[in-house]
């Protein structure tokens, strides 16, 4: 990912922080024929590994060799950024639009998992996850066995051993405090419901 200095993430409690709010992400494989392919998966980030699973039916996994590359793509809130909101749209005009956003890449290697207890494992991990705050937390063992064991035969494992994160805040630090200002500005009177939180994601730095 390409990441001038005053973009890059380097705090890691942050960057796991996010993916943890984050709580999916584009996984990532190339088929033999060199085809990139993508999926949009619920993850879990535990030590260097990541948890996920998909359909069975998906072929994506049918054309993973063990350990083969693979790449995670965790984003965060994106919006368009005016030049108009810029205060040196005034002073010379020099301006162009731009694009904010976080995003973090999981970069490793993978491995399919087809055991069944594995898989339990997993989602009732994920579920967890998920389900906690709620009054009354959903559980696997909320519905039939029979029906669970169906669920679990319809979807195959994925374990990723991360070898090297990225983490990107593009969050307009290379303009002036009034530009930043005027931005921020700008996002908070945006109808788009990220607008708002890229906004929030800028205010600590002014």
């Given at each position: 990912m390409y990441t001038p200095s005053f973009n890059r993430i380097d705090d890691e409690d942050e960057i796991r922080r996010f993916v943890a709010e984050a709580r999916s992400a584009q996984f990532i494989t190339v088929d033999p024929d060199g085809t990139p392919v993508a999926t949009l998966l619920p993850v879990i980030w535990d030590g260097d590994v990541v948890l996920a699973h998909m359909a069975r039916a998906n072929p994506q996994?049918?054309?993973?060799?063990?350990?083969?590359?693979?790449?995670?793509?965790c984003s965060g809130p994106e919006a368009y950024i005016s030049p108009s909101w810029y205060a040196a749209k005034a002073e010379h005009g020099r301006v162009v639009p731009t694009w904010n956003y976080s995003a973090v890449h999981l970069s490793g290697t993978v491995r399919v998992r087809e055991d069944r207890d594995w898989l339990?494992?997993?989602?009732?991990?994920?579920?967890?996850?998920?389900?906690?705050?709620?009054?009354?937390?959903?559980?696997?063992?909320?519905?039939?066995?029979k029906y669970i064991e169906g669920q679990l035969a319809g979807i195959v494992g994925l374990e990723i051993t991360v070898s090297r994160v990225e983490g990107k805040a593009k969050l307009s630090q290379n303009r002036s405090a009034a530009d930043?200002?005027?931005?921020?500005?700008?996002l908070r009177a945006e109808p788009h419901y990220a607008a708002a939180e890229v906004a929030a994601a800028m205010e600590p730095g002014l």
């Open positions: 996994w049918k054309t993973i060799a063990p350990d083969s590359p693979a790449l995670l793509i339990r494992d997993v989602v009732t991990h994920l579920t967890s996850v998920h389900e906690d705050g709620r009054d009354e937390p959903w559980h696997p063992g909320d519905a039939p066995e930043r200002r005027g931005v921020v500005d700008g």
